[in-house]
C-alpha cells in the first residue's frame, strides 16, 4: 500500500488521503492516480473507492474507473465511474448506478447526478425498492432527500413485495 496525503487548502476546503497499491503524480497536469484498491478519504469522513482514482488537484475534482464508490454520513452510491467536484458538491455517475440512503431505500439508475449540498439527485431509467416495500420505476426522475419527495416522470408503482410472481407475472401496478 501506498499513501498519498493531500492537503491544498488553497484549491478546496476538503483535505483527501489517498492510498493504492500504486500511487503516481503528473506535475504538468498537477495530476495523482491511484490504482489497485484506491481510496480517498477526507478530513470529514467521506470515503471514495475504486479501482483506479484520477485527482484533478486544481480543478478539485475525482474521477473513479472500476468498480466506485462514494460514502458519507448519510448516502452511498456504488457505479462503475463517477465524477465528483469537490468544490461544487456535485457528483456524475454512470453504469449499474445504485444510490442506498439512512432510511434504507435504494435507487437503481443508468447515469445520475446528485448535489449534496441540496440532496437532490436526478437520472435516467430509474427503479426504485423504498423501505416500506413499494416498487417505483420511470425513464427520468428525481428526488429531493430534504423534502423526502420523489418525481418519476410516466412511472409505475406497486405495493407488491416481489415484482414478479411465482408464475414469473408481473404484480399489478398504477401508472403515473
Excluded at 483527501?16 to 481510496?39: P, T, W
Excluded at 457528483?91 to 444510490?99: D, E, I, K, M, Y
Excluded at 426504485?128 to 418525481?151: M, P
Aim: proline letters at 1%.
Amino acid at each position: 500500500m501506498f499513501l498519498f496525503i493531500l492537503n491544498e487548502k488553497s484549491f478546496s476546503k476538503d483535505s483527501y488521503e489517498i492510498e493504492a497499491k500504486e500511487v503516481r503524480y503528473n506535475s504538468k497536469e498537477d495530476l495523482v492516480i491511484a490504482e489497485g484498491e484506491a481510496s480517498a478519504i477526507n478530513q470529514f469522513g467521506k470515503k471514495i473507492e475504486a479501482n483506479k482514482i484520477f485527482y484533478y488537484k486544481k480543478r478539485g475534482v475525482i474521477k473513479t474507473s472500476g468498480r466506485s464508490s462514494y460514502i458519507d454520513k448519510f448516502n452511498t452510491l456504488k457505479a462503475n465511474n463517477f465524477t465528483y467536484n469537490i468544490n461544487s458538491k456535485k457528483l456524475n455517475a454512470s453504469g449499474n448506478v445504485v444510490f442506498s440512503d439512512e432510511k434504507n431505500n435504494k435507487f437503481f439508475f443508468d447515469n445520475f447526478e446528485f448535489n449534496e449540498v441540496s440532496q437532490i439527485g436526478s437520472g435516467t431509467n430509474i427503479k426504485v425498492k423504498a423501505e416500506d416495500g413499494s416498487y417505483l420505476q420511470s425513464k427520468k426522475g428525481y428526488f429531493d432527500k430534504n423534502k423526502n419527495i420523489v418525481k418519476l416522470y410516466n412511472g409505475e408503482f406497486t405495493t407488491c413485495l416481489n415484482i414478479k410472481s411465482r408464475k414469473n407475472e408481473f404484480c399489478p401496478s398504477w401508472s403515473i
